[in-house]
């Protein structure tokens, strides 16, 4: 996986869009990110690892929830409104069938909501930390 990290004018590291980046980053070398509101909002919250493992969760057909994408729920694999101050948002969805479902817990999951093996690229150490998509 690759991460970049670019720096802000005077606030620091910053984070950007790792779609802003892949075609940026080739050819550009190293970049200064301006210090500007627009600049600002391409900057990304990358989610938290709540676990190194998927959760099994029992789901019925046609029931609404909401899956946390932040990584930052205390109800995983759930939304409990912990992505309020980050730029993420939970993901509604329903199951036509009733029944077990392995749910991503790893946040990194390219079949959200369900997990599809990229919780193999953490480890425990991983584990409630950001980590870039
Ligand atoms: S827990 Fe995220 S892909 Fe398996």
Redesign the pocket.
């Known amino acids: 996986m690759r991460e970049y990290q670019v720096r802000a004018h005077s606030n620091g590291p910053a984070r950007a869009s790792v779609a802003w980046l892949n075609f940026f980053a080739p050819r550009m070398g190293e970049y200064t990110v301006p210090n500007s509101p627009g600049f600002q909002a391409l900057n990304m919250t990358s989610p938290v690892v709540a676990?190194n493992?998927?959760k099994r969760v029992h789901l019925e057909a046609g029931k609404a929830y909401f899956f946390c994408v932040c990584g930052r729920s205390a109800t995983q694999p759930f939304c409990d409104g912990s992505h309020k101050d980050t730029d993420l948002k939970p993901l509604r969805f329903t199951v036509e069938e009733s029944g077990d479902f392995w749910l991503?817990?790893?946040?990194?999951?390219e079949n959200r909501p369900f997990?599809?093996?990229?919780?193999n690229q953490f480890t425990p150490a991983d584990v409630g930390q950001e980590r870039a998509l």
Do not use: A, E, V
């Not at 997990?115 to 919780?119: A, E, F, R």
């Open positions: 676990n493992l998927p991503c817990c790893c946040k990194h999951t997990c599809d093996g990229h919780h």
